[in-house]
């Protein structure tokens, strides 16, 4: 196979929806709740799964997590502080969030400014997750190199076998939630000859303002 020639005629026409200014709520929470809502219906693989764009010593870095809340406005996802992303968002709170639906031909962008959520919304959601989870985000030192699979397994079942007589497992200091504060969003809807709309969304003086740009 010439994957260089695969590459060049892969092809979608997009044609299924449009997007004007008129289209959208003047709130761009409120227009990413009503996407977000139609992207869980159409049963779009992991919906709630983002991009999560960063910079390290003036390199881009990007990886995919999970939006797990929304709360007073900041977009809410769960890590472990000590991971790679945890040290570069103590070294740049500015980061980028991108969503791609493509049963519906969509992508959002957000970008803002990161800060750690208060510590009582982390615990709560904490003992929400399964125990296999919680256990692994005890067990993993993560971001960290490792010898091999078994090694990582064995810091589990260790885990594991040191709390087996708790009901109930603390959540650790070193993991909890990051909430990102929009101050732009961008909601593209993939349309026929490449002619893309793109609605933006961009925060001055505590309001917002909408514009169009071009493909």
């Known amino acids: 196979m010439d994957i260089n020639q695969t590459l060049e005629n892969l092809r979608v026409s997009y044609r299924q929806a449009a997007l004007d200014i008129s289209d959208c709520d003047k709130n761009p929470e409120i227009q990413f709740d009503s996407w977000f809502e139609q992207a869980v219906k159409a049963k779009c693989d992991e919906p709630n799964a983002f991009i999560l764009s960063t910079i390290s010593n003036n390199r881009p870095r990007a990886r995919v997590v999970l939006l797990k809340g929304i709360h007073e406005g900041q977009f809410v996802f769960y890590t472990n ?4 992303k945890g040290v570069e968002l103590e070294q740049n709170k500015h980061v980028s969030m991108t969503f791609l639906w493509l049963p519906l031909q969509r992508q959002i962008r957000i970008e803002g400014t990161l800060s750690k959520v208060d510590t009582h919304l982390s615990d709560d959601y904490f003992q929400k997750r399964p125990r296999g989870s919680q256990l692994g985000a005890i067990a993993s030192p993560q971001s960290q190199k490792v ?9 589990f079942f260790e885990t594991e076998k040191k709390n087996a007589n708790s009901e109930t497992l603390e959540r650790p200091d070193f993991w909890g939630g990051y909430g990102i504060t929009p101050d732009y969003f961008e909601f593209w809807q993939g349309r026929e000859n490449r002619l893309h709309d793109r609605i933006v969304y961009e925060k001055l003086d505590q309001s917002w303002t909408l514009g169009r740009l071009a493909p």
Do not use: I, M
């Not at 502080?81 to 790679?84: E, H, N, R, V």
């Not at 010898?147 to 810091?155: V, W």
């Open 81 to 84: 502080y000590k991971s790679s």
């Open 147 to 155: 010898f091999n699979r078994a090694e990582l397994e064995k810091y």
